[in-house]
């Protein structure tokens, strides 16, 4: 069955991460993505082990659901190319810093004057109002700039560090998917198109301090910055006597229930720490220095069947290795094995989310560079004498299986 953006074409001149990982979710949604890609692909393409050039597993993993074309937009014959092509999308996203946009004669002025309708998004480092604008931006960069390292720190104790998953290149890539699908939504009322900036940098500093702002969010300041429940050192997974295991003890019922189970019922009305959210957040690390001390006389077994039925969020910690094994997931088929046309057998995973109607599925693997660069160009009406002078000429490359 079609997803639920079915006939909507998107143009697609992001690489890396953050802008792949925004249309690949477009893609399982039905979306025709047309990944746009200079001569040289994409640079995930050559991170980590391969069986085939160019196919890397950031890459396999960012990109299905897409079609490849290749265009130099340095060259005139590649930016004609690609207004041809905007002509017709809905949408164009991209991740370059504007004024590259603007030096490849690609603004959203350039576009528009080819398509008023159409959506044009850009993910980049910095808004384009401020000092910054013209600053490079990575992932670790946004970490950084935003405080995580430094609240990371604060609450480990250790060292300063990055998150070791790219949390901004895809929360912000996940928000930039939501401002598409919301323009997507106004153009189907109204019949206008946009331009839309999603820059990563007031992107996450709006989700670090979300948390962290806490009493500096009244004037004057009613507390400092930092919710002490996540700043706690205490708040981590629980050694059990043989394992790990994830529990959060949160609410009235939950701290009830646990002092309960484990024989302490009575603290829970006569311990003044425990009298409401209020009181439990400003002792939190001693609580849950209570909740660790506890843990630690059991199993993991013991700890699972001591709270079961509590309503006590409780879960054992997986390696990345026992995620795969998980029983939750092998179940309902989340991870699959695929056969991709020129890799072989790959594990993938399905998109997550479950539709009554119009499911988001992987209806195409992750494109070979170029791979349909001849299908997408005569789609825009260009001719076979006109296509092989763009590939004889460098514009473009025709990657097609065998070709």
């Known amino acids: 069955m079609p997803g639920p953006l079915s006939g909507v074409r998107i143009l697609d001149l992001t690489s890396v991460l953050m802008g792949p990982y925004a249309t690949q979710i477009l893609g399982d949604l039905g ?24 196919m890397g597993p950031l890459y396999l993993n960012l990109n299905r659901n897409k079609r490849s074309v290749v265009l130099d937009l340095k060259k005139p014959e590649g930016r004609k190319a690609l207004l041809a092509l905007a002509a017709s999308a809905d949408v164009l996203a991209y991740n370059l810093r504007p004024h590259s946009m603007r030096g490849l004669g690609l603004s959203y002025e350039d576009v528009s004057d ?10 980049f480092g910095f808004s384009q109002k401020g000092p910054y604008a013209e600053a490079g931006a990575v992932d670790d960069v946004i970490q950084g700039a935003t405080g995580i390292p430094m609240v990371n720190a604060l609450h480990t104790g250790g060292i300063p560090r990055y998150l070791p998953i790219t949390i901004a290149d895809r929360s912000v890539g996940l928000y ?29 500093t709006t989700y ?22 996540l700043m706690s050192r205490e708040r ?53 220095q209570m909740v660790s001390d506890e843990l630690a006389q059991r199993t993991t077994d ?13 879960f054992p910690v997986h390696t990345l290795e026992s995620l795969l094994q998980d029983r939750h997931l092998k179940e309902i088929g ?32 992750a494109p070979l560079l170029g791979e349909h660069s001849v299908e997408v160009l005569r789609e825009a009406g260009y001719g076979a004498a006109d296509i092989e002078m763009l590939v004889s000429g460098g514009v473009t490359v025709d990657g097609r299986p065998g070709s």
């Not at 001569?39 to 085939?52: A, K, L, N, V, W």
């Not at 013991?302 to 409780?314: A, D, F, K, Q």
């Open 302 to 314: 013991e700890v699972m069947r001591l709270l079961e039925g509590s309503g006590i969020p409780t």
């Open 236 to 288: 981590r997974p629980y050694a059990t006597r043989d394992g790990v295991v994830c529990c959060v003890v949160y609410t009235d019922k939950d701290w009830k229930a646990f002092l309960g189970r484990i024989g302490k019922g009575e603290l829970f009305h006569a311990d003044p720490r425990f009298r409401d959210m209020g009181s439990r957040t400003r002792h939190i690390t001693e609580l849950y």
């Open 176 to 204: 930039a998917m939501g401002m598409i699908n919301a323009a997507l939504y106004h153009r189907a009322r109204t019949g206008e198109g946009q331009e839309i900036s999603v820059p990563m940098f007031e992107t996450m």
């Open 114 to 123: 080819v398509n008023k309708g159409i959506i044009y998004v850009g993910m």
């Open 31 to 54: 979306a025709d993505v047309i990944k746009v890609e200079s001569p040289e692909g994409d640079r995930t393409r050559g991170i980590g082990p391969s069986r085939s050039k160019g």
């Open 334 to 365: 989340l991870f699959q094995q695929i056969d991709h046309p020129t890799e072989g057998r790959l594990l993938a995973m399905q998109p997550p989310a479950e539709w009554s109607e119009t499911s988001p599925s992987i209806s195409r693997h």
């Open 208 to 229: 670090v301090l979300g948390d962290h702002l806490y009493g500096r969010t009244f004037e004057p300041p009613l507390a400092d910055f930092g919710y002490p429940r």
